[in-house]
């Protein structure tokens, strides 16, 4: 069964700083690995989709990685700004070779910046 | 930018009573899911949908719990006799025809069980 961990569980950092967010799983069979940011009592917003075939994608100050065999993906962020205060969900998505497209999540990271 | 809509956003409810909670996907989307978060936990899979039918459900969706999409535009999600346990942030998501495509999620609808 998948198990996705993330550490820290939280994090706070002083404004500016590049801070990095760690995600593993325990399966390396995966389609592809989705980074969401949630606010408080809000929904999901998705940052990055990370194919299984690729090692990386960026999205402006964002960039995860991911290393499928070893079953890790990182999620650094640049230059942190109060703005980027939330909970970072990592999620992966199985290839068990059927119809299987659920997300399994792991518990998140909550990051507060500080100004 | 096309998004996933959910209401009611909060839902209080009295145990044993029925419940719908209401979403509309993206107009071209053709998975369907819900997922639900109880307070302090992790986000937990539901239940997919695709072509008019169950994909594949979790242990959590049992004979209480059901899904339709009535028309063209709205998934729902029936719990028929609500429990205390069922209080939860529950999420309904979408992705399009490529399995490989990102989730969009709506922004919840939480369900407080009295």
């Known amino acids: 069964k998948q198990e996705v961990t993330q550490i820290p569980a939280a994090l706070s950092v002083p404004e500016g700083e590049n801070l990095v967010l760690n995600c593993s799983f325990t399966?390396?069979?995966?389609?592809?690995l989705q980074w969401f940011r949630q606010d408080p009592g809000k929904g999901l917003t998705s940052l990055l989709l990370?194919?299984?075939?690729?090692r990386e994608q960026t999205s402006g100050r964002l960039n995860a990685s991911l290393d499928k065999s070893s079953g890790r993906s990182t999620l650094y962020i640049a230059a942190s700004q109060p703005g980027d205060s939330a909970t970072y969900l990592c999620?992966?998505?199985?290839?068990?070779?059927?119809?299987?497209?659920?997300?399994?999540f792991g518990k998140g990271t909550l990051l507060t910046v500080n100004p | 930018e096309p998004e996933v809509t959910q209401t009611p956003s909060h839902q209080v409810t009295q145990m044993g009573q029925e419940v719908i909670l209401r979403c509309v996907p993206i107009s071209n989307h053709l998975y369907f899911y819900w997922y639900r978060q109880i307070l302090g936990q992790k986000v937990e899979f539901l239940v997919s949908f695709y072509n008019n039918e169950i994909s594949e459900k979790s242990e959590i969706f049992d004979d209480q719990f059901s899904v339709e999409r009535p028309d063209g535009s709205n998934f729902t999600l029936k719990i028929r006799s609500t429990k205390l346990e069922d209080s939860a942030m529950y999420f309904c998501?979408?992705?399009?025809?490529?399995?490989?495509?990102?989730?969009?999620f709506g922004d919840g609808t939480r369900l407080s069980i009295l």
């Open positions: 990370i194919q299984s075939s690729q």
């Open positions: 999620a992966v998505k199985e290839d068990s070779g059927g119809s299987n497209y659920k997300l399994t």
């Open positions: 399966d390396s069979a995966i389609y592809n």
């Open positions: 998501a979408s992705s399009p025809r490529d399995s490989n495509q990102p989730q969009h």
